[in-house]
């Protein structure tokens, strides 16, 4: 039987004018549609999440640039499949160049990628990269500078279901009673996550459930999407991303952002990363303006932990609300920041004599060199210098305006 082509492959765009979603960069006055349609093809690297266009834009470059197109797959190429393409050059057929088009680049090691790096210099091979992670994190510098870098984007609900309603007619050729329903396709185009690829994924398997056609309905549509596609990778960008997204919208004091972002790492089964980032928000963005938010937080945290999923979510879900509600004060970070600084920088000096240790040095009982000991005086406290002669003046913490650090405040001033 001859094999049969996955949807997504065969409505794989042949043009700009099919590509749906870039924008950003492939709208009209473009730099990478003015790149392509002129044919004169540099080298580039994309960078997304996957099913955004990267494959078939290179795709469609190459064509433009009537440059003989060799894929790789950096996941299970090795150097000899590299070497194996460059040694190509100037045979039959490839007498206009070369274009190279290496997926998942960021698998490819340092040699591997200097061995790439060889065969780009003199212009033969044009090199198109792509990748899901940061290029200036996993990409060779040198690769990098030779190099034009575009970001791909997730395509938006809108994209997706023009390219699903290209589908759906694509499949009524032969199958002239098919039909998705406006409400189905929007339910496919939302649980992409994004991705054209699964979305158009999702339609195939609604039409092996209608053969002989009919409509595709919401709740076949349910069934055949099942659970919402996320780009998440514990290991790779997207989860720090998310994180980010996660801390910033809690400093920002939007409980609903929040919530937002927590729910998507716990979807994908992730208690350690929001639980861990949690405790750290607690005592860098609450700080000293609500210090009950740490202890409060550790208690959530440790039920999330011994619930277990998916009952962890309520007492996190609290927590977050709790964090972003709360008053916020950097006060404590910035503080430990400028002490550290000041470390950092060999500013040390001496610990003043008196506060020294007073128990042994060589078997002999220490003096006490003039140390006062604050309890024995009103209000448990009395003058006397802590920081070395260097540092005698230097102020690390300065309190913030809210009402628990300025009640603090005004308790330090009035006993001294």
């Not at 070395?388 to 305006?401: F, K």
Request: a negative charge; hydrophobic letters at 40%; charged letters at 20%.
């Amino acid at each position: 039987m001859p094999k049969i082509k996955p949807l997504a492959e065969t409505l794989r765009p042949t043009n700009l004018s099919e590509v749906v979603g870039q924008q950003h960069i492939l709208g009209q006055n473009k730099v990478l549609r003015q790149i392509i349609e002129s044919g004169n093809i540099s080298n580039m690297i994309f960078y997304g999440p996957s099913g955004t266009g990267k494959t078939t834009i290179a795709n469609i470059a190459a064509k433009c640039s009537n440059r003989t197109f060799y894929k790789l797959n950096a996941t299970t190429a090795n150097l000899s499949d590299v070497r194996e393409v460059t040694q190509s050059v100037g045979m039959l057929g490839n007498e206009n160049g070369i274009l190279l088009y290496l997926d998942e680049i960021q698998n490819f090691n340092k040699k591997q990628q200097q061995a790439l790096l060889e065969c780009i210099e003199n212009g033969d091979v044009v090199l198109i990269a792509s990748t899901t992670e940061n290029p200036y994190f996993y990409v060779y510098n040198a690769i990098l500078s030779r190099s034009n870098v575009f970001d791909f984007k997730p395509l938006q609900t809108s994209d997706i279901e023009s390219a699903l309603a290209r589908g759906v007619e694509y499949i009524k050729q032969n199958s002239p009673t098919f039909n998705a329903l406006p409400d189905a396709i929007t339910h496919m185009a939302q649980m992409s996550g994004g991705d054209v690829r699964r979305a158009l994924n999702s339609l195939e398997l609604a039409h092996s459930v209608l053969p002989l056609g009919g409509d595709v309905t919401l709740e076949i549509a349910e069934q055949c999407t099942q659970k919402q596609a996320m780009t998440y990778d514990k290991l790779g960008d997207n989860h720090y991303d998310i994180l980010s997204a996660f801390q910033k919208s809690i400093r920002g004091s939007d409980p609903n952002a929040a919530l937002h972002y927590l729910a998507r790492l716990l979807t994908a089964g992730d208690i350690q990363s929001p639980t861990r980032r949690m405790l750290v928000i607690a005592a860098e963005d609450i700080g000293l303006a609500y210090p009950n938010a740490l202890p409060i937080t550790k208690a959530a945290v440790d039920s999330a932990f011994q619930l277990g999923l998916p009952e962890a979510q309520i007492p996190l879900a609290e927590a977050v609300i709790l964090l972003c509600m709360a008053p916020k004060s950097n006060s404590g970070v910035n503080a430990i920041h400028a002490a550290m600084a000041d470390i950092a920088s060999g500013h040390l000096g001496n610990i003043p004599e008196h506060l020294r240790d007073i128990h042994y040095e060589g078997g002999k009982l220490k003096k006490m060199s003039g140390y006062k000991y604050p309890h024995d005086f009103p209000n448990h406290y009395t003058p006397q210098q802590y920081l070395p002669d260097e540092l005698i003046d230097a102020e690390y913490y300065t309190p913030a305006e809210n009402k628990f650090e300025q009640e603090l405040n005004d308790y330090w001033k009035k006993i001294k």
